[in-house]
């Protein structure tokens, strides 16, 4: 059974499976992702999602993503008791 956020899951993983071609090509941009592929790259993220509006509407599903040099982080966190 598919789930609602499928296809934004499909458009980050393809940005995680691609980052180092992206980065050369997209640095410091905001990508616009949708059904794992690039649709336009912009310098602002109010660019994008202007674009990414107009383009396939408020209901789409799309991926902005902002391609930076930086390796993004992830935490978790533990209550300690």
């Known amino acids: 059974m598919a789930t609602e956020n499928e296809p934004v899951d499909k458009n980050l993983e393809y940005v995680k499976n691609h980052i180092e071609y992206i980065k050369n090509l997209f640095l410091n941009k905001f990508i616009v992702v949708v ?47």
């Open 35 to 81: 059904n794992e592929q690039i649709e336009g790259s912009f310098d602002t993220h109010e660019m994008a999602s202007r674009y990414a509006y107009a383009r396939f509407g408020r209901d789409a599903d799309y991926l902005i993503y902002e391609v930076s040099s930086a390796t993004a982080a992830n935490f978790v966190f533990h209550a300690i008791i």
